[in-house]
């Protein structure tokens, strides 16, 4: 049996008007429950964190976003959970 650490983002500031941000989590979330807005990442392994945050970049997404995702990365979660 394995355990997880979750962090979770209250997004929905970064969420407003169909953002960038949004888009991204619709296109790319790992598992995601759009009705609850709701969107999980995976960011425990640093080299898939750091290839995730390349994307995000790419795709045009926030600092806020991105950074939200690199602290929870950085701070030994298993899964980023982004929510409004």
Same mark, same amino acid.
């Given at each position: 049996?394995?355990?997880?650490?979750?962090?979770?983002v209250d997004?929905?500031?970064?969420?407003? &008007?169909?953002?960038? &941000?949004?888009?991204?989590?619709?296109?790319?979330?790992?598992?995601?429950?759009?009705?609850?807005?709701?969107?999980?990442?995976?960011?425990?392994?640093?080299?898939?964190?750091?290839?995730?945050?390349? &994307?995000?970049?790419?795709?045009g997404c926030?600092?806020?976003?991105?950074?939200?995702?690199?602290?929870?990365?950085?701070?030994?979660?298993?899964?980023?959970?982004?929510?409004?």
């Amino acid at each position: 049996m394995n355990f997880i650490i979750a962090a979770e983002v209250d997004a929905t500031e970064m969420f407003g &008007d169909e953002s960038v &941000d949004w888009q991204y989590c619709m296109a790319h979330a790992t598992f995601s429950h759009t009705n609850a807005c709701e969107f999980m990442f995976h960011c425990a392994e640093q080299a898939y964190a750091e290839s995730k945050q390349r &994307d995000m970049k790419a795709a045009g997404c926030s600092a806020e976003f991105m950074a939200a995702y690199r602290e929870a990365a950085e701070s030994g979660a298993t899964w980023v959970i982004f929510y409004a």
